[in-house]
């Protein structure tokens, strides 16, 4: 294995990070929201912003995007400060954890008004409107009232309405509350294609499944302190797998014989054919799952227990408040 090699002098330098915060601090009365948040999200990646209720996740995605004012520490993002930098605040893109304002106007106006806000010429803004209604699949009901949509169509608007701007940084409060199963599918793809287009997005949620699939990188919050930030596509880590047989003894003589450590599988409503076993990474499950079978063991399955960001989350000491 090669080691990686300090940059020389003429290698070109890391792009800057799509959002920086140092030390941010943001309290309401005595209630410390955010209590020491550093953050780097890399630029044209997906970032999961997790941790329990009242961790300080909408405070801090709000200080980010402008729109409230830290009582201590810097913010970059997209390079400037959102707080004093109206430029800035324009390459920020941000969706509320639920969709709120303007209810008398139709899903196209929502947009177009938006898109008048960011000074976009009428026409260019209208286009912009109907290219993003078709993507969030809303184009049916654009000249419907939004206060008639549902909860899930007022998502999808609301996700077109922080696009308006083609920001260079999507902030996503809680995206996929009340989307339904296709729609959930449909955000992932676009989220991933505006990453590999270069945008940065930082996204929270509860549902860590569904992030799992669709993240790079985490950032762990517990009472408004990052606890950790993991690097998700890169780097090993162990996990537990459930391997299931039809002849357990079969898979315990082979164990035996190959050193591999199987542990009892108590969550299994019939134990006797599945057990656990600890490997360090896809290529790791891959190896044990052809040797099983070509000693014969009638191998079912082989899946994780849970997935990376529910098994690093679990691992972490957070609390809820
Ligand atoms: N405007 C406010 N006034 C007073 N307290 C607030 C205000 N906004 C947030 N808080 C408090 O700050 C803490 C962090 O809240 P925040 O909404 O940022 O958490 P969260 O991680 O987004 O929670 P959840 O997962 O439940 O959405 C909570 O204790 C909350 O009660």
Redesign the pocket.
């Known amino acids: 294995m090669s080691t990686p090699q300090p940059a020389g002098p003429g290698a070109p330098p890391d792009p800057p990070p799509g959002i920086l915060a140092r030390d941010l601090h943001r309290s309401?009365?005595t209630?410390r929201?955010?209590a020491g948040v550093d953050l780097t999200v890399r630029r044209g990646s997906v970032t999961a912003l997790v941790?329990?209720?009242?961790?300080?996740?909408?405070?801090?995605l709000l200080i980010l995007a402008g729109l409230l004012a830290p009582d201590h520490g810097s913010v970059l993002v997209a390079g400037a400060d959102p707080g004093s930098s109206a430029t800035a605040r324009s390459r920020v893109g941000w969706m509320p954890?639920a969709f709120g304002t303007w209810d008398s106007l139709t899903a196209v106006e929502v947009l177009t008004t938006m898109a008048g806000a960011y000074r976009l010429p009428a026409g260019q803004g209208r286009a912009r409107a109907w290219e993003l209604l078709r993507t969030v699949h809303l184009d049916d009901l654009a000249a419907a009232p939004a206060h008639t949509l549902s909860r899930g169509q007022k998502q999808r608007l609301g996700m077109a309405r922080a696009l308006i701007n083609s920001p260079e940084v999507l902030l996503l409060?809680?995206p996929a509350s009340g989307l339904d199963p296709r729609s959930r599918i449909e955000m992932r793809s676009l989220l991933r294609g505006l990453a590999a287009a270069g945008t940065t997005v930082l996204i929270?949620s509860?549902v860590l499944a569904e992030l799992d699939e669709m993240v790079d990188d985490a950032v762990f919050?517990s009472r408004?302190r990052t606890v950790s930030s993991e690097q998700l596509r890169v780097g090993v880590t162990e996990r537990r797998w459930r391997l299931r047989t039809l002849d357990g003894p079969a898979l315990q003589r082979w164990a035996s014989a190959a050193r591999v450590t199987l542990h009892p599988d108590t969550d299994a409503p019939d134990g006797a054919g599945s057990v656990l076993v600890d490997l360090t990474d896809d290529a790791a499950a891959a190896a044990l799952l052809a040797a099983a079978v070509g000693a014969g063991v009638p191998v079912v399955s082989l899946a994780p227990v849970s997935g990376r960001l529910e098994q690093a989350y679990l691992s972490l000491d957070t609390e809820r408040?």
């Open positions: 309401f009365g209630v929201a955010v941790g329990p209720n009242g961790s300080g996740k909408t405070t801090l954890d409060d809680e929270s509860h919050l408004g408040r």
